[in-house]
């Protein structure tokens, strides 16, 4: 899914962002040129920076306009962009992808075994950034890998499951998607020492959001279209990944007819056919309906924050997935 940095709401932290930048180039760096090649390939494809983004704007919520942002900061922020580094790599070679950010995939340039083992290098990488910063950094982020695989797990034993319930999906999205985004944001009040209230809004801010974003782009997977997602609308569907839009259609009125096509791997008319049958049930839009409630209760908990510059950036990626999710509801 396209969208922006929080940052780019808060022109005047361009630079901090610069310094992630930096600091995420010289982590992939080790003493082997040809590991340094591996594992700073995604890390120079770009990607959106949505979790150094708030890390470095929930830092910034005390801050007055024109500051630039902690050393601290800076490396919650590229510790947090590795920890999703490392797990792309990862989900790369599970679903043997072939393009990641537009480029080629690393399991499909380097083979799987390369591509394991430079995930495995970004992840150290990042363990030893939040070391630098704390006991309770440290922690917090080893906790958000156990719920990444956590999150990861629970979808993998629900593939090809027909009876997948919400509160499954709901579970694994918040593992596999929230807990990295909520991290990033308690991470950016933790190093900036803000008080317990302030830390707590920002948590629920990155939680809510990353529950909206991942409903958004499970959404668009079925509603899409294929130039639009540069894949076939129902990829999910066939790879056995059923989705909040899928599990609400399977229970529907037209459930059956549904739940007789999936349950295993499918073939091209199967899947056509499957997702006609979603599109006309109400999965669609109780869907987005929760997505905009998430996205809701995200941006609520930024009203509890004193205005500065990190709340403009927090309200704009807000506003911005809130605007994502009405355009899936059109
Ligand atoms: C080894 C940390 C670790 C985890 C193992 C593989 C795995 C368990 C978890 C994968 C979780 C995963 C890939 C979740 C999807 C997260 C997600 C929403 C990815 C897309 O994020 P964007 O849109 O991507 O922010 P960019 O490229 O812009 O950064």
Redesign the pocket.
């Known amino acids: 899914?396209a969208?922006v940095n929080p940052l780019d709401a808060v022109p005047f932290m361009q630079a901090d962002l610069a310094r992630v930048e930096q600091l995420l180039g010289s982590s992939a760096a080790s003493a082997d040129p040809y590991l340094t090649e591996i594992c700073s390939h995604l890390v120079a494809a770009g990607?959106?920076r949505?979790r150094p983004g708030f890390c470095l704007a929930s830092s910034a919520v005390v801050l007055p306009d024109g500051t630039e942002s902690s050393d601290s900061s800076v490396i919650g922020a590229a510790a947090v962009e590795l920890?999703?580094l490392?797990?792309?790599y990862?989900?790369d070679v599970?679903d043997e992808a072939v393009v990641r950010?537009q480029v080629e995939s690393v399991n499909a340039r380097w083979g799987n075994i390369r591509a394991i083992l430079a995930?495995d290098f970004l992840?150290a990488r990042a363990s030893e950034l939040a070391a630098s910063l704390g006991v309770e950094v440290a922690g917090l982020l080893a906790s958000t890998?156990v719920r990444?695989?956590e999150?990861?797990v629970l979808e993998l034993k629900h593939s090809f499951d027909v009876g997948r319930t919400e509160a499954q999906y709901l579970d694994a999205i918040h593992g596999?998607?929230a807990s990295l985004l909520a991290s990033a944001c308690r991470i950016g009040a933790i190093v900036a020492e803000l008080d317990r209230d302030h830390t707590e809004a920002l948590t629920t801010f990155g939680t809510g959001y990353g529950m909206a974003?991942?409903i958004v782009?499970d959404v668009l997977d079925v509603v899409a279209t294929e130039a639009d997602l540069g894949k076939p609308a129902g990829h999910d569907m066939e790879e056995g990944v059923y989705t909040l839009p899928v599990i609400i259609a399977m229970a529907s009125g037209h459930g059956e007819d549904l739940r007789a096509l999936l349950g295993g791997p499918i073939d091209t008319a199967s899947r056509d056919k499957a997702l006609d049958i979603v599109r006309d049930s109400d999965g669609v839009a109780r869907s987005i309906e929760r997505a905009r409630t998430f996205a809701n209760e995200a941006a609520q908990s930024l009203d509890t924050l004193p205005d500065g510059p990190g709340v403009r950036g927090l309200r704009a990626a807000a506003d911005y997935l809130l605007a994502q999710v009405e355009l899936a509801a059109a």
């Open positions: 899914m969208g990607g959106k949505v920890v999703h490392g797990s792309l990862h989900d599970m950010r995930g992840l890998i990444l695989c999150g990861q596999k998607t974003f991942q782009d």
